[in-house]
């Protein structure tokens, strides 16, 4: 297919036809030129590939695939490399059901635990979103399969999500909730991108033309295309002249009228238009090229489950392990007593447009059974129902429970959310597991003091009211379909526990940055924490948490040293480069995985930020007694904030802090670097302070010359006050200044002393 060429051969009805699909899952065809139509499957962590005979909505039951763990998990783990591995099958499983386009993975910061679709996406941290995402994209599209990365952008909310607008100032946009996507963009060219439901500060994510052409073609060189989310099309007009290509499904009959009805009346750029068509072709360009190969047209299903497995390994997190309970080495003739609903019933997967038809489903019952010594018994309770949240729970249940932990050696309790808890679409309004559950547990503590908790839920939990009641919480999250063998092997030490908490664990949804604004109401949400999201809220405070950002137990432990941090290059001159290494040993006597984090730390900052940002990050493996060196590398961008004066990022020259270690609190080595860098003012204008003209080298000059001096030499007006006369006017813009008597300066004078400095003129200038 020659693209071009393609173009100029459509009719401008047809051009308009394509810039929509034919039906839910599928885009147009032009049969008389040859162009196929290509299908799309939901997809974050496993196809939802749906029977051609399905219902037109896209909501009945999908072909069988693998079900992976959920985002929220594979965030845990840390690990690109096995994240590009599960992109890999993800691909092939694509390949062998003929889609095209796998509508994952979701990347959409963690702003509230609360949120009902956190379960869909990787983390509160943007450099962790966006590096593992971008590891599954890499994995997706090496099968010749497409990944499509969503939901671009400020997607933090099920409530009112068609609707919503989110306020957000522009440096918390930039850092916080556009960087996960840039890092995919640049470092692995998804094929394409889909548009959030939300409004964007006023405007919807379909129609934003700064988000979708500006910044994500313009500033970041993306060559894919843009979809929207199922229903965000609202004006397809003004969404395809904002960089919208295709509309899904499609409003047919209607949005394909609209188009040729704009171009006719010249009220869209027909060169607009195709554009938009030329990237839906390279589109399916793609795609046919990748099918006329021919490879990869089946999977194995026993292999992917296998991998589903040591996936679920590597996410689950041992929060804690007292007098280590864990692994569990049970004796001959020792009972084991496993409860929880949850352990013969698994929950593995969320609700909503992600949900997948597993190959095959484990259970942690049949798993631990399996694994079990000779000679050890395993007895099961329920428990609890899983549906139950009252207090009471099902009486019956837990005097069956506790009567069976009062015999038992040791007490393996499966808790966690119900499926009506977390979906797409509704956001919670609490943070805790159902008090059926925390009562149970209670009381199965008091008739057994060792209590290990294994937890299934795709959201962060409260841990606060109940962890005391047990000496070992091991968050297996929502696992996917093998996840019942991975918890077993964990819990008897056949896989080494290796995952770390990618969202912070509050002691309360108080606490939680974002708990006085979320989810808004009247339309709007207002991103009030601004910047301090996560960690980075929670660490400002000095605020006690029941798990930090990045915190995870091991069965053996690991030792930290020689920190050395190497300055190359200049900032100034844009190769600036700071390698940074320390020496990592298992000091233990069982091989493990450890994650190395790297943190910065901007010492003298003119702006507010965070005491600790993460940098970089990796996870090695080493045996017992090994050490290896690990090198992680910065550039001037991870030591800069985004500017709203200069809409661009700058580094400030100072020091800053660079720390590796284990957790957001858990920091090894530290060393300091002071770094060099022209100094960064903003521009003065007119709304420029008194005090910013004098602190500006050339503007001071400027303004003293202007004003002049008296006969004594002093300058005059307010340049020449006192010390405490600076203290009440330092803080006025110039403006405001030039309208008082006395002060030295007028309007003309100021609009003058401006042009001099070749600064902007008007009544709005200077207010970055």
């Known amino acids: 297919m020659t693209i071009p060429c393609e173009v100029g051969r459509l009719t401008l009805e047809e051009k308009a036809s394509l810039c929509l699909g034919s039906d839910f899952w599928h885009t147009r065809a032009i049969d008389r030129l040859g162009i196929p139509a290509i299908r799309l499957s939901d997809g974050p962590h496993g196809l939802r590939t ?26 845990s783990s840390w690990d690109v490399a096995l994240l590009e591995r599960v992109g890999a099958a993800l691909g092939r499983e ?10 994952g993975p979701g990347l959409n910061i963690k702003r509230s635990p609360l949120c009902g679709r956190n379960f869909e996406y990787l983390s509160e941290d943007p450099v962790l979103s966006g590096d593992l995402a971008a590891a599954i994209v890499q994995g997706i599209q090496s099968q010749g399969v497409g990944a499509c990365v969503k939901h671009f952008a400020a997607n933090n909310q099920e409530t009112d999500r068609l609707r919503v607008s989110a306020a957000i100032d522009e440096r918390t946009l930039r850092e916080i909730y556009l960087t996960g996507f840039e890092r995919v963009v640049t470092q692995a060219q998804p094929w394409t991108v889909m548009c959030a439901y939300n409004r964007v500060n006023g405007t919807y994510a379909s129609q934003h033309r700064q988000l979708l052409t500006e910044v994500l073609r313009g500033e970041w060189g993306f060559r894919g295309l843009v979809m929207s989310d199922w229903g965000a099309v609202h004006d397809r007009v003004a969404a395809l002249a904002a960089g919208l290509d295709l509309e899904m499904p499609p409003n047919l009959g209607v949005s394909e009228a609209q188009i040729v009805a704009a171009v006719r009346a010249g009220d869209l750029d027909e060169s607009l238009l195709d554009a938009a068509v030329t990237r839906i072709l390279a589109l399916v360009d793609q795609a046919g090229r990748t099918a006329a190969v021919g490879t990869g047209a089946s999977f194995d299903a026993d292999e992917h489950h296998a991998l589903a497995r040591t996936a679920a390994q590597g996410c689950a997190v041992l929060l804690k392990n007292e ?31 992600s949900q997948v038809n597993p190959t095959r489903l484990d259970n942690a019952l049949d798993e631990i059974l399996a694994l079990a010594p000779p000679g050890v018994e395993v007895a099961f309770a329920p428990g609890f129902d899983i549906d139950a949240d009252q207090v009471e729970g099902n009486a019956a249940l837990r005097r069956e429970a506790v009567a069976l932990a009062r015999g038992a050696e040791v007490v393996v ?67 996917g ?3 019942g063998g991975a918890a077993a092997d964990l819990l008897f030490g056949r896989a080494n526990p290796s995952g770390r908490l990618a969202e912070s ?22 991103y009030g924490e601004g910047i301090f999201v996560g960690y980075r809220g929670h660490d400002a405070l000095e605020q006690p948490v029941s798990y930090p950002f990045g915190h995870g137990l091991s069965y053996t432990t690991f030792e930290y040293r020689d920190l050395s941090a190497r300055v190359s290059g200049r900032h100034d001159d844009g190769d600036l480069e700071i390698s940074v290494s320390c020496v990592v040993t298992n000091t233990g006597s069982r091989a493990g995985k450890e994650v190395v984090q790297l943190y910065v730390r901007d010492v003298e900052a003119s702006v507010a930020r965070p005491l600790r940002e993460l940098k970089r990050f990796t996870k090695v493996s080493l045996a017992p007694g090994e ?107 110039l403006r405001t200044l030039a309208a008082f008597p006395g002060s030295g300066l007028d309007h003309e004078m100021l609009d003058t002393l401006i042009e001099q400095l070749d600064g902007p003129v008007g009544p709005d200038a200077g207010t970055g």
């Not at 006085?516 to 339309?523: A, K, R, T, Y």
């Not at 100094?679 to 008194?690: D, F, H, N, Q, V």
């Open 481 to 483: 379909q093998a996840g």
């Open 627 to 733: 050490a290896t060196t690990v090198t992680l590398r910065l550039a001037s961008r991870d030591l800069s904030y985004w500017s709203v004066a200069r809409h661009g990022w700058v580094l400030e020259a100072g020091h800053f802090e660079i720390a590796v270690g284990a957790s957001s609190r858990d920091l090894r080595c530290r060393a300091t670097l002071d770094i060099a860098a022209q100094p960064i003012r903003p521009p003065l204008g007119a709304m420029s302070t008194l005090d910013e003209w004098l602190a500006d080298p050339a503007g001071s000059v400027a303004l003293r010359a202007a004003v002049g001096t008296d006969e004594t030499g002093r300058p005059r007006g307010v340049v020449g006050g006192d010390e405490e006369l600076r203290k009440v006017i330092g803080s006025f813009p």
């Open 505 to 526: 664990l509050p002691r309360r949804l108080q606490d939680t940055p974002s708990y006085l604004n979320f989810p808004g109401d009247s339309g709007q949400v207002h």
């Open 323 to 353: 007098d280590q309970i864990l692994p569990l080495q049970p004796q001959v003739g020792a009972t084991i007593a496993v409860i929880g609903a949850f352990a013969r019933t698994p929950r593995y997967q969320g609700a909503g447009s």
């Open 50 to 75: 749906q029977p051609e005979e399905a219902d037109h909505l896209g909501l009945a039951g999908s072909v069988p695939a693998t079900c992976f763990p959920t985002a929220s998990a594979l965030g």
């Open 94 to 103: 694509a390949r062998a059901l003929d889609v095209a386009v796998v509508l």
């Open 413 to 479: 309790v499966f808790l966690g959310l119900p499926d009506r808890d977390e979906s797409e679409g509704v956001d919670r309004t609490h943070l805790d597991l159902p008090p059926s559950q925390t009562r149970l547990l209670a009381e199965l503590a008091e008739a057994n003091p060792g209590i290990v908790v294994v937890l299934a839920n795709g959201s962060a939990v409260r841990l606060s009211d109940w962890e005391d009641h047990a000496k070992a919480v091991l968050e297996c999250w929502l696992s």
